[in-house]
């Protein structure tokens, strides 16, 4: 990899500069605006990073500064990370869906100075977390509506400091050209601060060797090319986001385009038709749950031969994808598939010129990743951290096995400590955590070993397969085997389920909560005329509850078959009155259940499960949008699954 | 809202002794009241009170036997629609007047025809002048679409939008117009109260942004406290109270019109 970064090129900045004196004339970022797609190319972002660099220099940000970056994903912001780092700050992107309080700690414990923020939105929770004590000098927004009455004087509009950036350009030549000079592969890149699904987040420092080594392994692993097309939607404090729409645009020079708001990301999707496209799980699974629900309403025509070409995908499509024999009746059955589903399926979704997609974050449910291989799509699995710049294992070309997350990733090396758990080592294991020099020795070890958290094992293939966060492994009082997640993501595939929390460890038997899919239960509500005021009303509907029954059955015929999990079927269950909610608390910013939070919220549902009650009630403060709270109550029922016995009994019968 | 005060100007529009009955039935008796420039003015008040008669009135749907009505300095006794919109005023209405088959972008668009210079044989073409005109309407209609952050829906037929977003749809078009005067029949009734604090929200910043004056119908008492500059409150077609949000809440004629009084 050594021939594409060359030891000059160690920043993204100069990655920059480079991009422009190479590729100046080609799109680098595009972003839709009044409906048209705007392109600026390789040149005119590195004139934009310029004189936004000087205006952040003419306003006092200095070398070791941290400036927060706070919106959905916008070219400017993007700029914004370029120009900072230009002139030696460090870049703090945030969620910018947390509310002030959550972003307030991470602006006090990263000591941001600065702010570059997308809207009014944004501007009004800076005012807010700077009316406490002295913090954040300067606040810098790219959208100035509704601000017209805004006069503070730490406000500053984005075109304001590009113009006084461009003045102090000239008055100061050669400046900029000496900062960027000044920055080596071994600073602080970015601090990426983790959602956390315990506690408070972590500040992950990245430096650009660790970034850009990444980066370049990932190209070089994939064959990514100047031509690839990519869309950035994941928030831009998530690493993912940081390495594919950032890292990897400014080596490799593909352009990378920005939705026009994050509800037109299907539309937008579509009209680019991206080359090289990641989503979590969940993005699958819901892009899968409208296609299942839009093909119930469609006619019987298109009906049976969406079904019977699904059946045909199921047989051989995997296979055809990856080039293994197939027989020619399939083979042919397959092409006409193509011509009259997966392709207009594809090209509905936006997958038609898909070369690669990833997911990862969390496992993806078994058949939802078949759903997409089959059908042609490359889907792939990746497992990474913040922590390791990304890449931990990745699934090569041809080599899918769905059950596993792939190979280590190129310059990765994997090993287990004793209890099973995943460690690494690799070019990207960050620095530090900011500030926390005792999170950072309890992570990371003094040779550069990280432990990960996850319980996995290297199956025959030599592809590691992780079964659940270590430490929610559980045992079931009868000593059967417990693995929340496994069960969970089972339960996901279920259009009508939208989220699953099971409970097990150290209890008689395994329980779950299930909060319904709005949309795919509703439309179930509307073909069937069944009436609903509410979530709360729908998700108590004895149809709703007899399906999710069936549903919950089905997967203990599932686990029955598994040797090891046949003892963990689930028992007992209830559905929530509410849906779990990350302004509660209850998800993480990524939209992982905090299982142990959820547990004590609900503590006497959890309770109510494990007793013989057939309903019980509860009262749940809830937040909304604009962060007041309020209170629902319900009346639960608690319902009992069948279990099926497995050829061996387990003690569990009793 | 002390910005808001600063910004209102003079009387845009001055209605003098109104009188309007259909038959027997009196509508509107002998009501006066004023809208100043750049305010938004909420009129209130009980069902059948007149409040939509009033508007009707103002948008010259309906004529009044008496009174008069001087808008921009002009007096003139009757206004048809169509010299309503010509000279400014823009409107909603209660049940939602949209093209149902059609996209938001086009129902929005047809609030720029009277902005229109070319034309139905030049938009036929759809060559030279015809394609610029048209890309210039379509910006203006694109900046509406991002400024009441519909963009999702931009293609979609208005009939598959739920109701909040078909209001919000109509105040697009409503907007495209570029009226001085904008009168909004009900903008909130059947929203809950998340649509109802984003119509909120693009009432203030459309005062805001463009300085158009508003004047609007509203039954929920939050909302007009909150956003109106000034309250007029009609009961059985009489003009009972007219003042600021708060000289209105503590009139006592306002009281017993809603909570009811033994006559």
Not at chain 2, 66 to 73: F, Q
């Amino acid at each position: 990899m050594s021939s594409a970064t060359p030891e000059n090129l160690d920043t993204f900045p100069k990655l920059c500069a480079d991009q422009a004196a190479k590729n100046g004339g080609r799109p680098a970022i595009r972003e839709k605006n009044f409906g048209i797609w705007q392109t600026w190319t390789w040149a005119q972002v590195a004139a934009e990073v310029r004189a936004l660099a000087c205006g952040l220099a003419a306003l006092g940000l200095k070398r070791g500064d941290k400036i927060a970056i706070v919106g959905d994903n916008r070219p400017r912001l993007y700029w914004t990370m370029t120009a900072a780092q230009a002139i030696g700050a460090i870049p703090v992107p945030l969620y910018q869906d947390s509310a002030a309080k959550e972003m307030t700690f991470v602006i006090d414990h990263a000591e941001v100075r600065f702010a570059m923020v997308e809207d009014q939105e944004q501007v009004d929770k800076m005012i807010e977390i700077r009316s406490g004590d002295g913090r954040l000098d300067q606040v810098i927004y790219d959208d100035a509506r509704g601000m017209r009455h805004y006069n503070h004087d730490f406000l500053h509009s984005f075109d304001d400091v590009q113009a006084a950036g461009r003045e102090f350009d000239t008055a100061n030549a050669g400046f900029y050209e000496a900062e960027v000079a000044k920055g080596t592969g071994t600073d602080t890149a970015i601090i990426l601060y983790t959602s956390g699904t315990t506690g408070q987040p972590k500040g992950v420092v990245l430096s650009f060797d660790n970034l850009v080594r990444s980066a370049a392994n990932g190209i070089a692993f994939d064959n990514l090319c100047l031509d690839e097309e990519v869309l950035a939607y994941l928030p831009m404090a998530w690493v993912g986001d940081h390495l594919f729409s950032f890292g990897q645009s400014y080596l490799a020079g593909f352009c990378v385009s920005c939705p026009e708001s994050s509800d037109t990301v299907l539309h937008d999707l579509r009209e680019l038709g991206p080359t090289y496209f990641f989503a979590p799980p969940r993005i699958f699974e819901n892009i899968l749950t409208t296609v299942m629900i839009r093909m119930e309403d469609a006619g019987w025509v298109k009906r049976r031969m969406f079904h019977y070409f699904m059946s045909v995908a199921k047989r051989c499509g995997s296979d055809i994808l990856d080039r293994k024999p197939v027989p020619l009746a399939n083979r042919l059955l397959y092409a006409i598939g193509d011509l009259l589903v997966y392709g207009p399926l594809r090209n509905t979704l936006g997958f038609s010129r898909v070369r690669l997609a990833y997911t990862a974050g969390e496992a993806i449910g078994p058949e939802i990743f078949a759903f997409y291989r089959s059908t042609g799509i490359n889907l792939k699995q990746l497992y990474g951290s913040t922590e390791a710049s990304v890449y931990i294992t990745m699934q090569p070309d041809g080599e899918i096995l769905p059950d596993t997350v792939g190979r280590p990733a190129p310059e990765v090396e994997i090993k287990f400590t004793d209890s099973g758990e995943v460690m690494f080592r690799s070019p990207g294991v960050f620095v530090e955590y900011y500030k926390s020099a005792e999170a950072t020795a309890a992570t990371k070890t003094n040779d550069g070993w990280v432990h990960t958290g996850d319980a996995g094992y290297l199956n025959e293939q030599g592809h590691l397969k992780i079964i659940d966060r270590a430490k929610d492994v559980g045992r079931l009082n009868n000593g059967a085997l417990f693995a929340p997640k496994y069960i969970e993501n089972k339960l996901k595939f279920f259009p009508e389920i939208k989220e699953a929390v099971a409970y097990g460890d150290q209890r008689d038997y395994c329980a779950v909560f299930v909060n319904i899919d709005l949309a795919a239960v509703g439309s179930w509500a509307e073909r069937n005329n069944v009436a609903y005021a509410s979530y709360q009303e729908l998700a108590a509907h004895p149809q709703v509850l007899a399906s999710i029954t069936r549903h919950i059955e089905a997967v203990n015929r599932d686990l029955s078959e598994d040797e090891k999990l046949a003892g963990s079927q689930i028992e007992r269950f209830l559905v929530l009155h509410k849906e779990l909610d990350a302004d509660d608390g209850e998800l993480t910013r990524t939209r992982k259940v905090r299982r142990s939070f959820v547990a004590d919220k609900y503590d006497s549902l959890v309770e109510a499960l494990y007793s013989k009650l057939d309903h019980t009630h509860v009262e749940t403060e809830m937040t909304f949008e604009d962060g007041r709270k309020g209170v629902i109550a319900a009346d639960l029922q608690i319902l009992s699954a069948k279990t099926i016995s497995s050829a061996p009994p387990l003690k569990a019968a009793s | 809202m002390t910005q808001a005060r600063e910004r209102i100007g003079d009387t845009l529009l001055a209605l003098e002794n109104v009188n309007l009955a259909f038959g027997g039935v009196r509508a509107l008796s002998d009501v006066s009241f004023e809208i100043r420039e750049h305010e938004i003015l909420a009129i209130i008040g009980p069902n059948g009170a007149g409040k939509s008669s009033m508007l009707n009135v103002i948008n010259g749907f309906y004529h009044p036997q008496e009174g008069a009505i001087t808008y921009k300095g002009k007096k003139r006794k009757q206004m048809r629609p169509h010299e309503a919109a010509a000279t400014g005023i823009a409107r909603t209405f209660q049940n939602i007047a949209l093209f149902r088959g059609m996209s938001t972008l086009d129902n929005i668009m047809t609030g720029r025809l009277l902005k229109m210079r070319r034309n139905f044989l030049w938009q036929a073409l759809y060559w030279g002048p015809a394609v610029r005109e048209e890309m210039e309407h379509r910006e203006a209609a694109e900046r509406i679409i991002d400024f009441l952050e519909i963009q999702s829906i931009r293609k979609t037929p208005v009939g598959r939008l739920p109701y909040g977003l078909q209001k919000r749809v109509e105040l697009g078009r409503a907007l495209a117009a570029e009226p001085d005067l904008l009168l909004l029949d009900e903008p909130m009734a059947g929203m809950n109260v998340e649509e109802k604090e984003d119509m909120c929200r693009f009432i203030l910043d459309v005062s805001d942004e463009f300085g158009t004056t508003i004047a609007l119908i509203e039954h929920d008492m939050g909302v007009v406290m909150d956003i109106s500059d000034r309250v007029v409150v009609l009961d059985y077609g009489r003009k009972i109270a007219d003042g600021t949000p708060d000289e209105v809440r503590g009139n006592a004629a306002v009281i017993d019109a809603y909570l009811g009084v033994s006559h």
